[in-house]
Nanobody, 120 residues
Framework: QVQLVESGGGLVQPGGSLRLSCAAS????????MAWYCQAPGKERKLVAH???????NYADSVKGRFTISRDNAKNTVYLQMTILKSEDTAVYYC??????????????WGQGTQVTVSS
């Protein structure tokens, strides 16, 4: 079994910064693509940033130049550095990963989500 656990959310003022972390644990053989999604109240979950196994990144237009996704393969962890935060960034942020297990199964996994609130 594989678990993804996010941390680092919270309340921040507009213009501030937060760093989200997502650690994968369990019977992991390798982790392929990883990503961060967000879901605001009453809205669909949407992609924020994606990183491939070899470090290629892409971002939603709304966060380009403000957010940075990175990963530490040795720690099975993905990060989202969020800067110049805006009120419209307020959402629950979910970690997503495509993970190959020791048993030879490849699955898609979600974390439980972490709340980010941008407000003065």
């Amino acid at each position: 079994q594989v678990q993804l656990v996010e941390s680092g959310g919270g309340l921040v003022q507009p213009g501030g910064s937060l760093r989200l972390s997502c650690a994968a644990s369990g019977s992991i053989f390798s982790i392929n693509d990883m990503a961060w999604y967000c879901q605001a109240p009453g809205k669909e979950r949407k992609l924020v940033a994606h990183i491939s196994s070899d470090g290629i990144t892409n971002y939603a237009d709304s966060v380009k130049g403000r957010f940075t996704i990175s990963r530490d393969n040795a720690k099975n962890t993905v990060y989202l550095q969020m800067t110049i935060l805006k009120s419209e960034d307020t959402a629950v942020y979910y970690c997503y990963g495509i993970v190959a297990t020791v048993a030879g199964y490849e699955g898609r996994y979600w974390g439980q989500g972490t709340q980010v609130t941008v407000s003065s």
